[in-house]
């Protein structure tokens, strides 16, 4: 019987060092990945605010307001804007912006990106090459300025059926039609 007693004091005794000695360390290990995982959500919360405040200080700041107060509301393509009336065209980017005027462009791409062709019926009173079965995965442009530099203004970017995207096909069109007055100085 006395065997079993100091089985069990030392057990306890045991217990009580290991909780004595344990429970710091893990108050310790708890505490340190605590301020760990914070200083990491710090961290990315601040890229955050910072990646915000300059998307705002774009909006907020005044030359770019005053550039975008010379367009039309119907001038805006994607983020950014055209006009062959005014011959300038305010490229938008996040938070980057240029302005140009007509005779710094000197060429411009139509981007047109589709698949799955199935009918062949045209949209009457457009000059795509859409098609009623197409899908629609990019539609753009992309233009060169004389300095050698090369923007794209990206209008859709998806995959959007082309018997629903007739409204987006005119206005893309209307789009490739203000490049084609700037750079060439007549419609086609």
């Known amino acids: 019987m006395g065997i079993i007693l100091v089985w069990i004091l030392t057990v306890i005794i045991f217990g009580a060092i ?16 605590a301020l760990i995982v ?13 990646q915000k405040a300059k998307v705002r200080e774009v909006k907020e700041d005044q030359s770019f307001e ?3 107060k010379q367009f039309g509301w119907t001038d805006k393509y ?13 490229w938008v980017e996040g938070s ?8 710094e462009i000197t060429g411009y791409s139509v981007v047109e990106r589709k698949h799955g062709e199935t009918a062949y019926n045209r949209l009457e009173g457009d000059n795509t ?10 539609m753009g442009i992309i233009f060169t300025v004389s300095n050698g530099g090369s923007y794209e203004i990206l209008e859709f970017e998806g995959n959007g059926k082309v ?8 206005r893309h069109n209307n789009l490739v039609r203000e490049f084609d007055q700037m750079v060439n100085g007549k419609i086609n």
């Open 66 to 68: 005053a550039v975008k």
């Open 129 to 138: 090459d859409f098609r009623l079965g197409d899908t629609i995965e990019r």
């Open 96 to 103: 980057r912006w240029k302005l140009f005027n007509n005779n």
């Open 163 to 170: 018997s629903k995207m007739e409204s987006d096909i005119k």
């Open 38 to 50: 914070s200083v990491f959500t710090d961290k990315q919360t601040s890229k955050r605010k910072k």
């Open 78 to 90: 994607g983020d950014s804007y055209v006009s062959s009336k005014i011959g300038k065209v305010l």
């Open 18 to 33: 290991l909780l004595v000695v344990l429970t710091p360390l893990l108050y310790i290990v708890l505490f340190v990945g």
